[in-house]
Nanobody, 121 residues
Framework: EVQLQASGGGLVQAGGSLRLSCAASGFTFDDYAIGWFRQAPGKEREGVGCISNYDGSRNYADSVKGRFTISSDIVKNMVYLQMNSLKPEDTAVYYC??????????????YGQGTLVTVSS
């Protein structure tokens, strides 16, 4: 069973940084793409970015390009989301999910409990 769990959220001031972690289990990590998603209050869930351990592909939403970086540790089965220059509009619950193959992720699986990121102005 594909399982992922995001952690590392918190309260940060605008302009600050935060690193989220995603622990993966239940699947062959090397064959999957891992994506970060977020859902702000009153809004639909949206994709933030993706990294593929399968072919090395990556992509990012336009709203976070140049500020967020996704990395993967295939030894630890962990994926990280480094968030810099945070803005109040980045406030959301962040989730990670997976799909076999390359980015982008079309049918994400394994959403766990998300982690809340709050950016104060």
């Amino acid at each position: 069973e594909v399982q992922l769990q995001a952690s590392g959220g918190g309260l940060v001031q605008a302009g600050g940084s935060l690193r989220l972690s995603c622990a993966a289990s239940g699947f062959t990590f090397d064959d999957y793409a891992i994506g970060w998603f977020r859902q702000a209050p009153g809004k639909e869930r949206e994709g933030v970015g993706c990294i593929s351990n399968y072919d090395g592909s990556r992509n990012y939403a336009d709203s976070v390009k140049g500020r967020f970086t996704i990395s993967s540790d295939i030894v630890k089965n962990m994926v990280y989301l480094q968030m810099n220059s945070l803005k109040p509009e980045d406030t959301a619950v962040y989730y990670c999910a997976a799909e076999g193959g390359a980015c982008p992720i079309l049918y994400p699986r394994g959403y766990g409990q998300g982690t809340l990121v709050t950016v104060s102005s």
